[in-house]
């Protein structure tokens, strides 16, 4: 049974990059049929799809935050990690990691969660 | 690529059916069968309730449905229970290889 676990900062300063980490356990990250993504709810608000990373390393990215974020894999470690620059205090949001089966709309299991704040 | 389109809420009475819309376009929606919803609680992580427009992950109670027409997605959920309200989401594949949520329904049960 696949568990992820998200970690990072809870808070980010404005302008600065976001840093976090999705920690993979019950399987193996190096799996041809599963995408890893990251999804966000600002507070009080719908989710928002961000990105998703192959185990071959390659990415697909949401248009309105492609020129912002990167995602990127480490398979030796089982994990994957999602950088987003500048941001701003419209990027506070709860932060999930989520695991995608190739070929579906099943997306899951998710992450617990982590909020992020931009603040000063 | 722009947010598919629900209502901000609707609400029914218990034992009633309600049905929740999702409109995207032939970009994303109309294009594969690859749509999904989700049941989110206040505090809570989204439960997959629906996926490839109509199947049922196991444990899903059969009151939940889903269909897909055109650009539109609908969920359908029958015999109301106060257990139903909760957010609702739905989430689409789209021709640029990434996927799209819509806004997200608050049901409420009255």
């Known amino acids: 049974q696949l568990q992820l676990q998200e970690s990072g900062p809870g808070v980010v300063k404005p302008s600065e990059t976001l840093s976090l980490t999705c920690t993979v356990s019950?399987?193996?990250?190096?799996?041809?049929?599963?995408?890893w993504e990251w999804i966000r709810q600002p507070p009080g608000e719908g989710l928002e799809w961000i990105g998703n990373?192959?185990?071959?390393?390659?990415?697909y990215y949401s248009p309105s935050l492609k020129s912002r974020v990167s995602i990127s894999i480490d398979t030796s470690k089982n994990l994957f990690s999602l950088n987003l620059s500048s941001m701003t205090a419209a990027d506070t949001a709860i932060y999930y990691c989520?695991?995608?089966?190739?070929?579906?709309?099943?997306?899951?299991?998710w992450g617990q969660g982590t909020l992020v704040t931009v603040s000063s | 690529q722009s947010a598919l389109t629900q209502p901000a809420s609707v609400s029914g009475s218990p034992g009633q059916s309600i049905t929740i819309s999702c409109t995207g376009t032939?970009?994303?929606?109309?294009?594969?069968?690859?749509v999904a919803w989700y049941q989110q609680h206040p505090g809570k992580v989204p439960t997959l309730m629906i996926y490839?427009?109509?199947r049922r992950p196991s444990g899903v109670s059969n009151r939940f449905s889903g269909s897909r027409s055109g650009n539109t997605a609908s969920l359908t959920i029958s015999g109301l229970q106060a257990e139903d309200e909760a957010a609702y989401h739905c989430?689409?594949?789209?021709?640029?290889?990434?996927?799209?949520f819509g806004g997200g329904t608050e049901l409420t049960v009255l």
């Open positions: 989520v695991t995608h089966r190739r070929g579906s709309s099943w997306h899951g299991p």
């Open positions: 019950g399987g193996s990250i190096n799996n041809e049929n599963y995408y």
């Open positions: 990373v192959y185990y071959t390393g390659s990415t």
């Open positions: 032939s970009s994303d929606i109309g294009s594969s069968n690859l």
């Open positions: 490839e427009g109509g």
């Open positions: 989430i689409s594949y789209t021709t640029n290889r990434g996927w799209v």
